[in-house]
T-cell receptor
Framework: AQTVTQSQPEMSVQEAETVTLSCTYDTSESDYYLFWYKQPPSRQMILVIR??????QNATENRFSVNFQKAAKSFSLKISDSQLGDAAMYFCASFNAGGTSYGKLTFGQGTILTVHP | KAGVTQTPRYLIKTRGQQVTLSCSPI?????VSWYQQTPGQGLQFLFE???????NKGNFPGRFSGRQFSNSRSEMNVSTLELGDSALYLCASSLIASGTGVEQYFGPGTRLTVT
């Protein structure tokens, strides 16, 4: 079974500063993807960034980047130049692309990010 | 390209009733999955459909069922509603292809309240 753990229930950052959200996962599958989703108060789940497990290069999307440590099963999200609009709940998730749990997203518990002006 | 749509957005039902929620995926996406989000349990996987076939199911009672139509639209049904079924139900539309990998996007959700 897959598990995803976010050990930081809440984080805060000053506007324009950098913050890193932590995530660890456990899976027996060799073919999987990792995601970070953002859920603002509207409850819309927004895809922030995606990482293919077979790629060593860390994914980046504008101000968002990840630090993917496959051996350590760690997948942290770095937000640079934080903006007020980044305030939301952030979920780390793993996606099975093989095995008996194919197509299933397993989510962490979420981290509430507060951005201070 | 239009996003994932879910209807209705809000629903209030009484204990014992049944409810049907609908999800239309992004054009070209053939996989649809459903998730339940509650404050206590977080986000939990309900089931996943691909080409009208259920490929995977989470640990939910048989009162929760779903189906997918030939146009990839999906419905989920909850019968004999219980107070604990009050939740945000999220639908995700997925494209899994060699070369592009996995794309998975969520709809806005249906907020179900059971009284």
């Amino acid at each position: 079974a897959q598990t995803v753990t976010q050990s930081q229930p809440e984080m805060s950052v000053q506007e324009a500063e950098t913050v890193t959200l932590s995530c660890t996962y456990d899976t027996s599958e060799s073919d999987y993807y990792l995601f970070w989703y953002k859920q603002p108060p509207s409850r819309q789940m927004i895809l922030v960034i995606r990482q293919e497990a077979y790629k060593q290069q860390n994914a980046t999307e504008n101000r968002f980047s990840v630090n993917f440590q496959k051996a350590a099963k760690s997948f942290s999200l770095k937000i640079s130049d934080s903006q007020l609009g980044d305030a939301a709940m952030y979920f780390c998730a793993s996606f099975n692309a093989g095995g008996t749990s194919y197509g299933k997203l397993t989510f962490g518990q979420g981290t509430i990010l507060t951005v201070h002006p | 390209k239009a996003g994932v749509t879910q209807t209705p957005r809000y629903l209030i039902k009484t204990r014992g009733q049944q409810v049907t929620l609908s999800c239309s995926p992004i054009s070209g996406h053939r996989s649809v999955s459903w998730y339940q989000q509650t404050p206590g349990q977080g986000l939990q996987f309900l089931f996943e459909y691909f080409s009208e076939t259920q490929r995977n199911k989470g640990n939910f009672p048989g009162r929760f069922s779903g189906r997918q139509f030939s146009n990839s639209r999906s419905e989920m049904n909850v019968s004999t509603l219980e107070l604990g079924d009050s939740a945000l139900y999220l639908c995700a539309s997925s494209l899994i292809a060699s070369g592009t990998g996995v794309e998975q996007y969520f709809g806005p959700g249906t907020r179900l309240t059971v009284t």
